[in-house]
């Protein structure tokens, strides 16, 4: 019966199958006298990899089968029962688009982030990265399973049964926007919150903090008490995106300051050069 199998059943078409055995990895089904093939436990479900075969056929059920794969000479036939159904996969992709903003329920936090739940019953991963601009782990652990956020598609890959979703993307990065428009070298207002022997942690807007060096501030000829909630200007000396560090200096604003005298100094001087030389002339 297997001479000419490959003809007789082209992939990708379906056909009616009696289920013969049930095992832990699939079940097999009849699709003619003689000719079984296996439907794998991969291909019974689009969302559930690990379904008992037992909890879908019983023996001696009649299905319809998909033909995925066919070796006349090896006597194996591969058969699919999900690819009969839509692909929540594909059904997704089609009625969704990247930036948009879906909701649902958490299915399970991992040490690398949380699985959420999408329509179709597939699951969507929001990576440990894209949870929170700030602290990843205190809103990790705030989390609980079955609640209900929100989120934003970042990609779609169907193929791949993947979706990757983001909770940061939602709010805006104070960061990223103080970084944007305050680049190395800028001058800044800052905060004093509090200071150790170390570093003076400074506010400098709202959700946005940097520090300056105690050794900076000991070196810079301020004569102010160092306190809370004091008030200074100071240079943005260097920025860490990775950390999410802003380096902050009081040295670097009195240099700006000295080579700007000195600068305004050396114009004036031109300025009376200039003027000796006319009234020579």
């Known amino acids: 019966p297997w001479v000419g199998i490959e003809d007789k059943f082209p992939l990708n078409t379906s056909v009616m199958a009696q289920v013969t055995n049930l095992t832990d990895y699939g079940f097999f089904a009849e699709i003619e006298s003689g000719v079984e093939g296996l439907v794998h436990v991969s291909e019974i479900n689009w969302t559930n990899k690990n379904i008992h075969p037992s909890k879908v056929v019983d023996l001696k059920d009649h299905v319809e089968v998909m033909i995925l794969e066919v070796d006349e000479e090896k006597r194996r036939i591969s058969l699919g029962l999900k690819q009969l159904t839509e692909n929540p996969w594909q059904v997704f992709a089609h009625t969704h688009k990247e930036g948009q903003k879906v909701s649902g329920a958490i299915k399970s936090i991992t040490d690398f982030g949380v699985f959420i739940e999408l329509d179709g019953g597939i699951d969507g991963l929001v990576h440990s990265s894209d949870i929170s601009w700030d602290d990843n782990e205190d809103v990790l652990r705030s989390l609980t399973k079955s609640e209900v956020i929100e989120a934003l598609v970042l990609s779609i890959e169907p193929e791949r049964e993947r979706i990757s979703l983001g909770i940061k993307q939602l709010i805006s990065d104070s960061f990223g926007d103080f970084i944007q428009s305050n680049k190395k070298g800028s001058r800044v207002d800052a ?39 004091l008030e200074m200007e100071v240079v943005v000396a260097n920025i860490n995106k990775k950390d999410r560090e802003i380096i902050l200096s009081l040295r670097a604003l009195e240099k700006q300051e000295e080579k700007s005298a000195l600068q305004d100094n050396a114009e004036k001087n031109r300025e009376i050069e200039d003027a000796t030389k006319s009234n020579i002339g």
Do not use: M, T, W
């Open 191 to 229: 905060k004093v919150i509090d200071f150790n022997d170390d570093r003076i942690n400074l506010l400098l807007a709202e959700g946005v903090h940097g520090y300056l060096p105690q050794k900076d501030f000991l070196n810079s000829a301020s004569n102010v008490v160092l306190e809370e909630n």
